[in-house]
C-alpha cells in the first residue's frame, strides 16, 4: 500500500522452511496455554469456559471431511501448489533480497517501495498454504498432492534466480486484465456480464513478467514494462484464488473443510487488495504513460484516461449485481457461484494464459482430473 519505505524485513524467505515446519507439524495450543499466555486464571472465568470448549471437541470429531470434501481439497492444493512455484519465481527476482536491488527490484520499487516484502509474503503465504493443505489431507488419511515430476519447466537465466525445474511459465504470458475492469464494474460475471481487457495489448500478446537473462534489466523502460506485466499478473492470479475458494466452499459439506476454505480464500483476498492498488501504480503517473522501446508494450495513464472503469484508486470492490438483480448492489467476490466458477475452468484459465506453455500431456491430464473430481463435489 504505501508507496515509499523498504524498511528492513519483519520475515523474509529463510523463513519459509520454519513456517512450512510449523503448519505441518505444530499442533494448537491447549486450553490450560491459551489461558496461561493470556494471563487468566480465575476459576470464574475457567468455569465459564469449560462447556465451551468441550462442545468445540465434540464439533471437531464430527466435521472430519470426506467424499467430495477430499476432492475439493486436493484441487485447491493443486491450485496452491501452481501458485508456489510462481510467487517462487517472482520472489527469486523481485522479493526481499540483500544489498542494493537489481534493476528488476527497482521497477518494482516504483510500483510500491515495500515490493520486496509483500512479493516474499505473498510467496511465503502460498508455500503456507500448500503445505497445510497437504498435511491436512495426510492427516485424515487422503493422499496429498506431489506435482514433483511436473517440475520440468526452465528456469530464468537473470542473476539471482534459482536453477531448478518449474511447474509454470512466467515468460511467455498474456496476462488477462479484464478483472481490473470487472472489479470496478456495477455488474457480476455470475449473472453473465463479461469485461473488456484494460490492457488489450498485454492480453493477447505474450510478454514476459520476470527478467529472462540479465539482458532484460534494461533500458528502463523494458525492465519497467516486465515489472508492470507482473503487476497485473499479480492481480490475475489472486483474483482467481478468491473466486475458486468462494466456489468451492459452497460445494463443501463440512464444516471444518468450510473453515478451511474460508480461511484460506480470505488470505487470498488480502492479497489480491494489496495487488489491485499495486498495479494501478503501473498506469498512472510517474510509471505511466510507458512504452517498452523494445516491443512496443504501452501501459496509458488511465488517470488520463478518464473513465471510473480504470480510475487506479478505486481500489476496493465496487457494489455490484448479487444473488438477484431485484436486490440492491452489493461489494462482493465476483464471480462467486458454483455456474460461473469451477475447477476446470480455473485449469482452462490458467492454460489460456499461458502459464503451462511447454507442460507436458500428462500435466494436463493430471490437472483436468483433480479438477473434474473437485467439480462433482455437492454440498450435503
Ligand atoms: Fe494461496
Ligand atoms: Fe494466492
Not at 114 to 135: C, K, V
Not at 331 to 360: E, H, M
Amino acid at each position: 500500500m504505501s508507496k515509499h519505505g523498504s524498511t528492513p524485513a519483519a520475515y523474509d524467505a529463510s523463513s519459509i522452511a520454519t513456517t512450512e515446519t510449523n503448519s505441518a507439524t505444530a499442533s494448537p495450543p491447549g486450553r490450560r496455554g491459551l489461558l496461561q499466555g493470556l494471563g487468566l486464571a480465575g476459576a470464574a472465568l475457567s468455569a465459564s469456559l469449560l462447556p465451551v470448549g468441550a462442545r468445540a471437541q465434540d464439533v471437531t470429531r464430527t466435521r472430519k471431511a470426506t467424499g467430495g470434501d477430499i476432492a475439493i481439497l486436493r484441487f485447491v492444493a493443486y491450485a496452491e501448489l501452481v501458485e508456489s512455484d510462481l510467487w517462487q519465481q517472482y520472489a527469486e527476482l523481485g522479493g526481499l533480497g540483500t544489498g542494493s536491488p537489481n534493476p528488476y527490484q527497482a521497477a518494482l520499487n516504483n510500483l510500491d517501495g515495500d515490493s520486496g516484502q509483500y512479493i516474499t509474503s505473498n510467496t511465503i503465504d502460498e508455500l503456507s498454504h500448500a503445505a497445510f493443505l497437504n498435511a491436512y489431507l495426510a492427516s485424515i488419511g487422503a493422499e496429498p498432492v506431489n506435482l514433483d515430476k511436473f517440475r520440468t519447466l526452465p528456469s530464468s537465466q537473470a542473476t539471482g534466480a534459482q536453477q531448478n525445474g518449474r511447474l509454470t511459465n512466467l515468460m511467455q504470458l498474456s496476462v488477462d486484465t479484464s478483472w481490473y475492469v470487472r472489479y470496478r464494474s456495477t455488474s457480476s460475471p455470475d449473472f453473465g456480464a463479461t469485461y473488456p481487457q484494460a490492457l488489450p495489448q498485454l492480453a493477447a500478446g505474450q510478454f514476459t513478467a520476470i527478467p529472462r537473462t540479465d539482458d532484460d534489466f534494461g533500458p528502463t523502460d523494458h525492465i519497467q514494462a516486465i515489472a508492470n506485466t507482473a503487476a497485473f499478473h499479480f492481480g490475475s492470479i489472486e483474483q482467481g484464488g478468491i473466486s475458486l475458494y468462494g466456489s468451492m466452499a459452497q460445494r463443501a459439506s463440512s464444516s471444518e473443510v468450510l473453515e478451511i476454505l474460508l480461511g484460506i480464500g480470505g488470505d487470498e483476498v488480502a492479497h489480491f487488495l494489496e495487488w489491485v492498488d499495486f498495479a494501478g501504480n503501473g498506469v498512472q503517473r510517474p510509471v505511466a504513460p510507458l512504452t517498452d522501446s523494445t516491443n512496443g508494450l504501452h501501459f496509458p495513464n488511465f488517470v488520463a484516461t478518464g473513465g471510473s472503469l480504470l480510475q487506479p484508486n478505486l481500489i476496493f470492490p465496487v457494489p455490484a449485481t448479487f444473488i438477484s438483480a431485484n436486490l440492491p448492489l452489493c461489494a462482493t467476490v465476483r464471480p462467486i457461484s458454483t455456474t460461473a466458477v469451477d475447477a476446470v475452468g480455473v485449469v482452462n484459465f490458467l492454460k489460456s494464459t499461458g502459464l503451462f506453455i511447454g507442460q507436458s500431456p500428462d500435466f494436463f491430464t493430471f490437472s483436468m482430473k483433480l479438477a473434474e473430481q473437485a467439480d462433482r463435489a455437492r454440498r450435503r
